[in-house]
């Protein structure tokens, strides 16, 4: 014999763990027909069901159904057969139809169902630590029961459905099973099988009558809540194997044996319906228009995992979930929220000192920027707890106090109000929280995160001989991760700092998430689309002229810095990008009716300078286009360009806070932005970006990632992402983007010995005496006017400006080394295994001395004279690489921590070089289009310019001509017979220019200048 690989035997494996028994085993026995199905139950909880039991009208298991009302509520049965002798089951099965139509299997078995004077639990819900005996009694009353082949039609009497699970009778979960092994796939066949060839008009399969309709294989699962014909969606319900897609390698079994053996258990079951699934939308709306959540596997594991190690270890911990774009993470944090409210300890170590009967949190505080997030977490409560008003939100102090006092279990606020919530709440430290934090960046690792700390720290109700040594301890303490405390940081880019407060430590030092679902697994399973897969890179060239007879010395490396700058801050050059911008924009995207006519750009710029030239440059092109539709603008207060103030609300023409709506219109097309919307903005319509801004790590991860929203109801795919990038390198993208692919880890923990060292060096200048540190934390964390504080540190501010007398080099130098000090200290302390009191005084010393410390670049002067020095005499573009898909790296990454090495002002010897050495240089870098030298270059310029201002054409069409347009096309036409006829001198030229339509454009554009400027 050899092994059974077929479909079938997927089928009896499941069977078997969920029953203990196989259909056939017990056919064999001759037992099926005669032997009752009760008598057939195995350890695993499950019986066996017969499919002559289902009832194809009701969608039910009659057998298990009356038997479970029978075994279980007997007195309500007998009312209901008192008031109808002969009728009463069908009553009963009409009205459980009419309610399931209406709202659905998890509100009959969450409520129950009420017929007449009795009232019937479908379900009895798994026992809390604080539940009675007779609840545990009534939920080991509960009958699950699998049943194969079940003909769910009564259209079709023999279609059948591979496997159907069942609670009382009423079915939860149906399968189709597919073995890899005979070709059949759950991921192409299975879901074939439930769009073409199930008819979701039969009672099993309307919506909302079952939990869930999975196609399963011996490798993998997908799942739908709802049937819906050819247009069903399946989502993957795979644990992910090396960070991708699917699932790992089995060693006792089929990749997909964990739905049966974890997921499928009695105990997980019954938690997915009380916990996790949930219908959104609102009684009112017909039940097909609203929609039933049931949890990815990455979000149930996620959060059993958190409340498993909660119950385990207690509170006082910290976990990072490294969770993609595209994870779900909103669905994520709110059941994670409420499932942490009724969590218990597991034991007295884990309790401490409190009741194994209460919970281990009396709030979970969740900290969030996502306006959505805070609707959602109420509604979804609505649906899970018997108590309704237990969330609320909270954007001052006394409101996060008067919440914990009426008892509110989960309390919303924001990243920005967070540090004004907690000032001067004092006396919770008897109050255990769990603080979830999403999107856990920088906002969490400075004084933010103090203030969150003080205020989950101990009350002031002290004896009043408490020293000030006490107060700054007692500060520091409760800056440290409190006891009483738990966090949560759900973030997709966790930064070293980010890793090394909240990661898990490992044995060998390093630092990893708790808990991973990849940017790789979402891009593999189609929940975001791979933003690098088309990526453009253009290298600008440019020369620039000495326009000054003296060769000064300036430092070389500043001075290229300041060059390119000033190169790129030109109006010249932002309008050729921004033509090169919408001269793909327009026939690529627009033209092309990407997205139905939908899509959307995204313009990057440097600053908001820029950003306002950017918008001024395309919306000069767009009027002359006659306006196809119009471009927005987004930045954050006033900002003066060339003597003129300007507002986001005032260029855009209405309020800043309707950007965001109005570019969802079809009226606008781009937005151009310098740093308000590179993180958190969600808008499916992007899918072009074009990025002329200096992008790394984090923010270049977050900025490009707004592409990656899939949008299936516009047909968004791949394909349709394009990134024009004229600033960074594909190297530079590869390199900010590898770390978040797979998985992050730190390498180690930041040397905090830094601090010695930058306190020592410090300490040696001798801008302030300790005894003035000493006095200054003393009135501070007495909580003194601010009027006695002033004078102190001004003594100190006095001192460095002008008794020491200090060079501006050394004066750079300290604060440089005292903003070190003070940035290290403040995300160290709270993660510190020891106090030391010194370190402290000096933090907050230092934090408002250094506003006051005045310090000039000496360079400065010297710099703003080199830019007077130069003209830019030409500036071009040249495509680097076109349409190039940017390959990362499948390995986990470690990061570094941060530098722990001190750092000055002097760093390094400062290389001066004459100006006209920078100049060349600065060309030979950047003015590389082709190969020509310069002086051919420009004589090539000149020489070209000289035949169009003899063109016959030029004095009438061009030069007399007072409409734009037609200028712009008879110029076009001029040069294009000119290069022509100069193509057999200027070969190379003429390729680049017939062939590249970006330097065509940037060639035009220099030329046209070149002409105007001699006229």
């Given amino acids: 014999m050899v092994s059974n690989t077929k479909e079938q035997a997927l089928e009896a494996a499941i069977e078997q763990a969920l029953t203990g028994l196989t259909t056939e085993a017990v056919k064999k026995a001759g037992g099926i027909g005669e032997t009752p199905a009760e008598e057939i139950v195995a350890n695993n909880g499950f019986q066996l069901g017969l499919p002559s039991d289902f009832n194809a009208l009701y969608a039910l298991d009659e057998k298990f159904f009356w038997r479970f009302l029978e075994q279980t509520q007997e007195q309500e049965l007998a009312k209901l057969q008192k008031h109808n002798p002969s009728d009463w089951q069908r009553k009963l099965l009409e009205r459980y139809d009419r309610l399931i139509k209406k709202h659905g299997i998890l509100h009959l078995l969450k409520k129950g169902l009420a017929v007449d004077d009795a009232h019937f639990h479908l379900m009895y819900p798994a026992p809390l630590a604080s539940s009675s005996e007779k609840v545990k009694q009534n939920y080991a009353a509960n009958i699950f029961s699998c049943t194969r082949q079940v003909r769910y039609s009564l259209a079709n009497p023999l279609h059948e459905i591979d496997m159907v699970l069942f609670l009382n009778g009423i079915p939860l979960v149906t399968m189709e099973l597919k073995n890899a092994w005979t070709g059949q796939t759950a991921r192409y066949h299975g879901q074939k099988q ?58 006792d079994g089929h990749k997909s044996a964990y739905l049966w053996q974890e997921v499928f258990s009695k105990d997980s079951l019954v938690n997915i319906i009380q916990h996790f699934v949930r219908l959104d939308g609102s009684s009112k709306d017909p039940l097909r228009k609203r929609t039933l959540f049931f949890p990815r596997y990455h979000q149930m594991d996620v959060v059993r995992k958190l409340v498993a190690h909660a119950e385990q270890q207690g509170v006082g911990h910290t976990y990072l979930i490294q969770h993609s774009a595209g994870s779900g993470k909103s669905n994520s944090i709110t059941w994670a929220a409420y499932q942490l409210i009724e969590t218990y300890p597991a034991s007295e170590q884990a309790a401490r000192g409190k009741a194994l009967d209460e919970p281990l949190f009396d709030s979970v505080i969740v900290v969030t920027d996502r306006r959505l997030l805070d609707k959602q977490i109420r509604e979804n409560i609505k649906e899970f707890s018997e108590v309704k008003n237990i969330v609320a939100p909270a954007f001052k102090s006394s409101e996060l106090k008067s919440a914990l006092e009426s008892g509110k279990k989960i309390i919303i606020t924001t990243i920005q109000k967070f540090p ?61 991760m409190r006891g009483n405390a738990s966090y949560l940081a759900f973030t997709a880019t966790p930064k070293n700092t980010t890793l090394e407060k909240f990661g898990e430590k490992q044995e060998d030092g390093t630092f990893k998430p708790f808990h991973l679902y990849s940017m790789k697994q979402a891009i593999e399973e189609g929940f975001i689309l791979d933003v690098l897969t088309n990526y453009t890179t253009y290298k600008g060239y440019y020369e620039i002229e000495k326009s000054i007879a003296e060769n000064p010395l300036f430092d070389t490396k500043k001075a290229q810095k300041k060059l390119r700058a000033y190169v790129e801050r030109s109006q010249q050059t932002i309008d ?238 300290f604060k440089i080394k005292a903003k070190q000090y003070v940035k290290i200290y403040g995300q160290m302390a709270s993660i510190m295994p020891y106090e030391i009191v010194a370190w402290e005084k000096l933090f907050w010393f230092l934090k408002f001395l250094i506003p006051k410390l005045k310090v000039k670049d000496p360079n400065a002067d010297s710099i703003d004279e080199l830019l007077e020095s130069v003209d830019l005499s030409s500036y071009g573009l040249q495509r680097v690489k076109l349409n190039q898909t940017i390959g990362l790296d499948q390995g986990e990454t470690e990061v570094d921590p941060q530098n722990p090495n001190p750092r000055g002002g002097h760093g390094g010897e400062q290389q001066m070089d004459p100006l006209e050495d920078i100049v060349r240089s600065f060309n030979e870098r950047w003015f590389q289009g082709w190969s020509a030298t310069p002086e051919e270059q420009r004589v090539k310029f000149v020489n070209i310019a000289e035949s169009i201002r003899q063109h016959p054409d030029f004095k009438k069409k061009y030069q007399d001509n007072p409409d734009p347009h037609n200028r712009k096309l008879a110029f076009e036409k001029m040069l294009k017979e000119v290069m022509l006829q100069r193509r057999k001198d200027e070969l190379e030229l003429y390729k680049l220019f017939a062939a590249d339509p970006s330097f065509k454009a940037a060639w035009m554009k ?3 200048r070149v002409v105007e400027s001699n006229l």
């Fill in 194 to 251: 439930y769009r073409e060839s199930r008819d979701y008009h039969q009672p099993l399969l309307n919506f909302a009558r079952c939990l869930v309709h999975m196609a399963v294989d011996t490798d993998e699962v997908y799942m739908t809540t709802k049937l819906d014909g050819k247009s069903t969606f399946f989502l993957p319900f795979n644990k992910g194997h090396n960070h991708g897609k699917g699932n790992p390698p089995n060693p």
């Fill in 420 to 480: 004004f919530i907690v000032e001067g709440i004092e006396d919770l430290s008897d109050k255990r929280f769990a603080v979830i934090i999403d999107e856990a960046h920088s906002s969490q690792s400075g004084s933010a995160h103090d203030n969150m700390n003080r205020a989950m720290g101990e009350g002031s109700g002290q004896e009043d001989d408490e020293d000030d040594q006490d107060k700054i301890l007692k500060a520091m303490r409760s800056r440290k």
């Fill in 576 to 813: 050729t990008k921004a033509e090169i911008m919408l001269e793909h924009f327009i026939p690529q995207v627009v033209n092309t009716k990407k997205l139905k006519g939908k899509a959307k750009g995204m313009v990057i710029t440097q600053n908001i300078e820029t950003a306002i030239r950017y918008h001024k440059a395309i919306s000069r092109l767009l009027e002359q286009k006659g306006n196809p539709f119009k471009a927005l603008v987004a930045f954050s207060g006033t900002k003066e360009v060339d003597g003129i103030e300007y507002t986001e609300a005032e260029v855009n023409g209405f309020s800043d806070n309707d950007t965001k709506d109005k570019f969802d219109t079809d009226e606008y097309r781009l937005l151009v932005v310098a740093n308000k919307y590179l993180t958190g903005f969600d808008q499916p319509k992007l899918c072009a970006m074009y990025v002329d801004k200096k992008l790394a790590s984090v923010l270049c991860v977050q900025a490009l990632s707004r592409l990656n929203r899939s949008a299936p109801k516009l047909g968004k795919k791949t394909e349709d992402l394009f990134i024009l990038d004229f600033f960074n390198s594909s190297d530079d993208i590869k390199t900010a983007f590898d770390p978040f692919y797979t998985a992050t880890s730190l390498s180690g923990a930041t040397d905090v010995n830094v601090l010695h060292e930058l306190k020592d060096m410090m300490d040696d200048v001798g801008v302030y005496e300790w005894h003035e540190v000493e006095d200054f934390t003393n009135r501070y964390f007495n909580n003194e006017d601010a009027q006695t504080l002033s004078p102190i540190i001004d003594v100190a501010a006095s001192r460095f400006e002008h008794e020491l007398e200090l060079e501006d080099e050394e004066k750079i130098d």
């Fill in 1006 to 1008: 220099s030329m046209e």
